[in-house]
């Protein structure tokens, strides 16, 4: 790896922007899994940034003027998956503007991306070559402990799939759509699982040693 003063100096020999690739770790579970919360403890230890495409749908969703607000709505009331189109380019925006703004900031975290084979394949349409993902993290968590957060989480969060019905249609998702595609990168040996039905901390000693490690 080129370091930051050495990289500095590159730009200016070539006169051109040597971006560095970004290097990339995707965060897969269920709904519930505590995607969210081991990310803001890994942001908190290490230099990553943290970018949830739920997070980034609702954001689009909420956005005066945005073509794709009621299409996300709807989607994510149904605990569907919005196809690849409108959430790569949330995500490549992101990490062009994270990278744009501090060129020391090329680790991400993407936070339930990819869920199924049309999210493999936008990525690989459009980030193929321009980002690295160096392991998926696999949060690990039963059904029934995945909807009882969620459940009680809904009671103050706002969020419109936070309720039985939604839930239920968001664990057939993550069943029937991405765990094929954590089982294929585990096939090529990309997987770091972790048990995530214990406590915040005991998880995170896990995501710890696998960061420690490899991060
Ligand atoms: N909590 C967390 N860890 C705990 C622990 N160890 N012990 C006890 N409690 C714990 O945690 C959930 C709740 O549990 C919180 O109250 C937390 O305090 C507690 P959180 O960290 O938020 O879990 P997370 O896995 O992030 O759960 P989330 O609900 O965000 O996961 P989903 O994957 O369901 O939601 P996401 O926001 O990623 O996606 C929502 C929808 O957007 C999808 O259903 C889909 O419709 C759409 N979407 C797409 O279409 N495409 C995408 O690429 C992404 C999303
Ligand atoms: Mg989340």
Request: charged share 30%; net charge neutral; proline share 3%.
């Amino acid at each position: 790896m080129i370091s930051g003063p050495l990289r500095s100096l590159l730009h200016k020999a070539h006169g051109v922007l040597l971006a560095m690739n970004p290097q990339v770790v995707f965060v897969l579970g269920g709904p519930g899994a505590g995607k969210g919360t081991q990310c803001a403890k890994i942001v908190e230890n290490y230099s990553y940034t943290h970018l949830s495409a739920g997070d980034l749908l609702r954001e689009e969703r909420s956005r005066t003027g945005s073509e794709f607000g009621q299409l996300i709505d709807t989607y994510i009331k149904d605990g569907r998956i919005v196809p690849v189109e409108i959430t790569i380019n949330l995500l490549k925006k992101a990490m062009e503007e994270t990278m744009k703004k501090d060129e020391n900031k090329f680790r991400f975290l993407i936070d339930g991306f990819p869920r199924n084979e049309d999210n493999l394949q936008g990525w690989t349409r459009v980030m193929d070559g321009k980002a690295d993902v160096k392991f998926v993290l696999f949060f690990n968590c039963g059904n029934e402990v995945c909807i009882e957060r969620c459940l009680e989480r809904g009671k103050s969060s706002g969020r419109t799939d936070d309720n039985k019905e939604s839930l239920e249609k968001r664990i057939q998702t993550y069943l029937q759509s991405t765990r094929p595609i954590i089982e294929l990168y585990e096939k090529q040996g990309k997987v770091r699982t972790i048990d995530a039905s214990r406590s915040v901390s005991e998880v995170f000693a896990d995501v710890k040693s696998v960061f420690d490690r490899e991060g």
